[in-house]
């Protein structure tokens, strides 16, 4: 393994994968560093696994990562930049033992602290025990960290102003495509809620559907 530049590997410009969580994984380089090393094909300098993860250094200014290299031929580095894709899709997970590691983990005081550099939040946890078809746990899980929802008005008298509760219910997959997306605005607009970054978002690209 090597301690390489960042500018000096590239990544791999036919890589077809979407990274729609770039905030979780730039959330574990806050937190834990680079764990891994970066695959790199030694004749191109093309990254064949981690491409991911590359962005997220760059963004954070890091310069330096560790890589290994492999002698790959062009067809063999797109066969592994394949396939190490491929292999994460097919995963899968024991949702009970994955519930019980999460609450185990998030304890009973700073559940965001305990979670976080995880990929997992409180909600996270309560929608898997919700799917788990444990709606109990879930409410007594977030009942720890969070109002309950029903105890929240439809309007509420501020000194910034009267606000309002909107609630819409979205597909699993939207779910974690919108969340990763307001990870992200909040970082890019320097807001600490989900509802301030929902603002700027709309503030920002409101204009493009303007009448």
């Known amino acids: 393994m090597s301690v390489v530049a960042l500018d000096a590997i590239t990544r791999h410009p036919r890589n077809v994968r ?8 730039r959330e574990s380089l806050e937190i834990h560093g680079q764990y891994k090393p970066l695959i790199v094909q030694r004749s191109t300098g093309f990254i064949v696994a981690g491409n991911g993860t590359h962005r997220e250094m760059e963004a954070l200014g890091w310069s330096e990562a560790d890589v290994s290299y492999g002698d790959w031929s062009d067809d063999e580095a797109l066969q592994i930049l394949l396939v190490d894709n491929r292999t994460s899709d097919d995963s899968g997970y024991d949702d009970q033992a994955l519930a019980a590691l999460l609450v185990e983990l998030a304890g009973d005081d700073d559940a965001a602290k305990a979670l976080a550099g995880t990929g997992y939040s409180e909600a996270d946890v309560a929608h898997l025990l919700y799917r788990l078809e444990k709606p109990e746990e879930a409410s007594a899980f977030l009942d720890q ?11 509420v008298e501020t000194p910034d102003g009267v606000m309002f509760k909107i609630s819409y219910l979205v597909s699993g997959e939207n779910r974690a495509m919108i969340n990763a997306a307001l990870r992200v605005a909040k970082d890019r607009f320097g807001v600490d809620t989900s509802a301030e970054a929902l603002v700027e978002i709309v503030r920002t690209t409101g204009h493009e559907f303007s009448g």
């Open 18 to 25: 979407k990274h729609l969580t770039r905030a979780l994984v």
């Open 145 to 155: 960290f969070l109002a309950d929802d029903d105890e929240i008005p439809v309007a």
